[in-house]
């Protein structure tokens, strides 16, 4: 993307992630820089990202998600960086808006999106993923992912954040056995950065808060609206925590 001012580096984080990545990459020819990072696949990923002569292939062992979005922004050549996920996609209209916010010059230091949950080839309306929103373009010089957030990592900013109006698309869901194992992995991380903290583990908390998600997925954000997807997402959301006491248990042995 060439612009007046301001240019784009984009930034991938892969694993395995043959099914998608190739399609992606298809699509975001327009940027000026593009860069994989990959946590040493063993599918066909690494394959697909050479066939893409102008990606730069970067592989890093995985540590954490705050980690390797640090290191994956340390390689990256211009300040502006949008994160996409081999899952996710922009739409024309999203695109359209960045190039535009680019080329005018951006107000804020960081921008956040809305993002719309597929669970297979259907939008999810419910269930929590009608206030789905992700924070990734934003000016490195002015922001870092914070080193104790091991997944769901946060971004700190300093300066001003704002909010595009278009939606980026997140084909998540095509799987149950995959979906399950990524909450579960999501869980497990979780537990390890709450053992870091010093966070006790509760057989109460272990009991009671898987069910409590589960309601407040399903009942509390409206799950129940989105039949029987709302209640497969409100169940593996409850696993993920539920996961995530496990692993608490086993790292306090």
């Known amino acids: 993307m060439s612009t007046n001012n301001t240019k784009l580096s984009i930034l991938i984080l892969t694993y395995n992630e043959e099914r998608y990545i ?56 211009n300040d502006w960086i949008l994160f996409l996920d081999a899952d996710e996609r922009l739409t024309p209209k999203l695109k359209l808006e960045i190039v535009d916010l680019l080329k005018t010059g951006p107000t804020a230091q960081a921008y956040s ?32 992912y914070q080193a104790d957030k091991l997944v769901h990592e946060k971004l700190e900013i300093n300066g001003k954040e704002a909010t595009l109006k278009n939606k980026m698309i997140h ?7 995959i979906f399950k194992k990524k909450v579960a992995s999501y869980g497990r991380l979780k537990a390890q950065e709450k053992n870091l903290k010093g966070k006790k583990y509760s057989l109460i ?5 898987p069910i409590f998600t ?40």
């Open 113 to 144: 999106m809305p993002r719309v949950f597929m669970f297979k080839e259907k939008a999810m309306r419910f269930t929590g993923t009608q206030s789905d929103m992700v924070l990734r373009l934003f000016d490195k010089t002015k922001c870092q």
């Open 22 to 77: 190739g399609k992606l990459l298809e699509e975001i020819e327009f940027v000026d820089e593009i860069i994989v990072v990959d946590s040493y696949s063993t599918d066909k990923t690494i394959e697909i990202v050479k066939s893409f002569s102008h990606v730069k292939l970067i592989q890093n062992k995985f540590k954490n998600y705050a980690d390797q979005r640090n290191f994956a922004i340390n390689n990256s050549k």
């Open 214 to 253: 589960f309601v407040s997925y399903y009942i509390l954000k409206l799950g129940f609206l989105d039949g029987y997807r709302g209640i497969v997402l409100s169940y593996l959301f409850a696993y993920s925590v539920y996961a995530r006491y496990v692993e608490l248990k086993k790292l306090q042995r």
């Open 205 to 209: 908390m272990h009991v009671f808060h």
């Open 171 to 177: 084909y998540t869901y095509y799987d149950y056995f």
